[in-house]
């Protein structure tokens, strides 16, 4: 059962709304000033992104920031402005680097009709995941074929375009699209419709057509999806889910020699973290555990310490799980802008090195742990091993999939990561308001290169066994999740 916590996060959504300054998409804005802001962008990007060239040519760079600087001669509305900052951003090729509209975003969501379906388009085939709409006749997984005269698969590539990645991965993309998300994209760089025509392919192979002209607004959605008894497969398998995902990290014995060990974050405090994974293995160990799966399916990232120090338990010889992390500028004044830790600030060197030949590299510090090389453990496990993995599956998550790969020490099983193979930018950057527009953008100043050799750079961790969730897998009992598990694994 691989659910997502999909009417959860519907309501921290909605709740997250509230007034703001009145803002519009429409509202004209000057080329002086938007010249302006894109300069300002591009000046701080580089001299401060150190992935700048690593996933684009810098002759290609240079075009891309010309080309878009030269469609800045006459006024445009704030909503094609915008569109061509998500273009630089996703350009750039970061995971970790990103753009919003700023402070008028809560208001101006507010203002959109959204499609009342809530899709997922990254299974086996494009879904219906939750129906917000009174409709009855229209129900989760059932197959979404068209919106408003539009292909699913014509919509996705024209936002593909807007969104930011690792490299030139999609999958990741399609998980992001696969909420609320796709509204708000859909809006921001499709159209604004007051209304929506869909076809749908329901489960007995009929196509049907519907007309959405009704509340549309997000704030309707959640009461409208509670009363319409299509959803009822979704409500039983989120309570389900979430009895079952109280805890970040388990460890089940799933029969004798084969065990399953589920973590879905490693952002966690480290003690907790490293005391469980000592348990876990002691467990495994004991149970002579001959075949481990770690599913690391939706699990965003977090410590590269903590990923360095699970896979630490995998290892019998010493090995590097990170080989540098740098910057591209020591200066103050990008460090005192950016949200690194106040110590790295107040004690720079302490933490980087002296900028030499146009990199400052990370010391090994309480910061950077994932730069020591990793000893094997006492307890570690030796058998064979299988990775769970999904384009959430990012940041310290990605690594951790990346490094096994590499070292042959693991099978990887379901779909690209979002997180590179060879490397990529991290949370630490520069949090910037364009001064005219007050578009908010956020761009990586640090980047991290893995100890992983062999792959494509520009992809993520590719599977060696490829799995795409369908509706019945992701809504139906654990028991039969557990079942098709090892079925692809053993």
Known sequence: MRTIALFTSLLLFAHSITQAQAFSLSSLLEPAGMKGDFRYLRTRVEQTYPALYVHQSRERMQWIFDSLENTLQQPLPFGEFYKKIAFLIAELRCEHTY?????????????????????????????????????????????????????????????????????????????????????????????????????????????????????????EFSNIALKNPANKVIWDAEKRAKALNSKDWRLEILQPKTALLVIRTFSADKHDFKRAMDGYFKTIRENQIEHLIIDLGWNGGGEEELSAYAMSYLIDTPTRFMDAEYLITDADSVLASSNVPDEIRKN???????????????????????????????????????????????????????????????????????????????????????????????????????????????????????????????????????????????
């Open 99 to 219: 753009c919003s509209t700023g402070a008028g975003y809560n208001q101006l969501v507010k203002q959109f009709a959204f499609l009342p379906l809530q899709l997922f388009l990254a299974g086996d085939k494009p879904f219906v995941m939750v129906n917000f709409s009174a409709d009855t006749t229209i129900f989760p997984g059932d197959e979404i074929i068209s919106i408003n005269g539009r292909s699913v698969d014509s919509i996705c590539r024209e936002l593909y375009r807007y969104m930011p990645s690792d490299g030139f991965m999609e999958v990741s993309k399609t998980y992001a699209l696969s909420s609320m998300a796709f509204g708000i994209a859909y809006n921001m760089f499709i159209e604004q419709p007051r209304s929506y025509t869909v076809v749908v392919k329901n489960k007995k192979g009929k196509l049907l057509q519907r007309q959405f002209t009704d509340h549309l607004s997000i704030d």
């Open 348 to 490: 720079k060197y302490a933490y980087i090195e002296p900028l030499k030949n146009g990199r400052s590299y990370a010391r090994i510090s309480e910061y950077a742990r994932e730069l020591e090389v990793m000893q094997p453990k006492p307890n570690g496990y030796h058998g064979k091993v299988y990775v769970l993995v999904n384009g959430v599956t990012s940041s310290a998550a990605s690594t951790f999939a990346a490094v096994a790969q590499s070292n042959n020490r693991a099978v990887i099983i379901g779909q690209e990561t979002a997180g590179s193979f060879l490397g990529g930018g991290t949370v630490l950057g520069l949090d910037l308001t364009l001064p005219y527009s007050k578009i908010a953008t956020h761009t990586s100043i640090v980047y991290q290169e893995f100890s992983t050799h062999g792959r494509d750079g520009n992809r993520g961790v590719v599977p060696d066994k490829v799995y795409k969730p369908t509706f019945e897998d992701m809504t139906g009992s654990y028991e039969n999740w557990k079942k098709k598990l090892l079925q692809m694994v053993l």
